[in-house]
């Protein structure tokens, strides 16, 4: 689903449910959609102040936990930062694979995995409120040109590729930085 396709769900979905999608939650939302990855609050403040210069962190924080709270974006929790959504027509559990190198998130909708842990959690009597995967690594393009990427038979030890970890800073030398859409979904 195109960015275009996923604000007239959202804005279907809002007016369905008698939601206010006001201009700011709307702006937001289009910043989330428009970035080529992962994207802080900071960086959205940033954004939108070219704007609304009298932007402050209370207003896009707000639109956030809006957007967020009717799952039209999601956040990645070890990143501290947000990812869109490209199906908001139905509620799903984040499952994601991300890109130490380049930073592309690719959302992995799985009903199994979700069912599977929620499972899990009623079995040790547990009530869960939400949940989140993240799984690290590399995507296809930057297994052979990211920094730190190579297998263990390489003979790297784990300090080593740590040191090397793109996610710290070395994200320059990839080629492949960011050029991927978060979009694909697999398992729906």
């Not at 932007?55 to 924080?61: D, G, L, N």
């Not at 920094?147 to 030398?173: K, L, N, T, V, Y």
């Amino acid at each position: 689903m195109d960015s275009a396709a996923v604000i007239k769900e959202v804005e279907s979905h809002c007016q369905t449910q008698g939601l206010r999608l006001t201009p700011t939650r709307k702006r937001v939302l289009e910043l989330v959609l428009a970035a080529e990855g992962p994207v802080k609050a900071y960086e959205l403040l940033d954004q939108l102040k070219a704007e609304q210069p009298k932007a402050a962190p209370p207003t896009v924080y707000r639109a956030l936990d809006f957007l967020l709270e009717n799952h039209f974006i999601h956040r990645l929790e070890t990143l501290n930062s947000f990812v869109s959504c490209f199906h908001p027509d139905h509620q799903h559990e984040g499952q994601f694979l991300i890109c130490e190198c380049c930073e592309a998130v690719i959302e992995v909708h799985d009903h199994e995995i979700d069912e599977r842990l929620r499972q899990a959690a009623v079995a040790r009597n547990f009530k869960p409120r939400r949940q989140v995967l993240e799984i690290y690594g590399s995507c296809q393009d930057c297994q052979t040109d990211c920094p730190g990427d190579s297998d263990q038979a390489s003979g790297e030890s784990d300090q080593a590729r740590q040191r090397h970890a793109p996610i710290d800073g070395g994200r320059a030398d990839c080629r492949h930085r960011r050029s991927h859409r978060q979009g694909q979904t697999q398992g729906d």
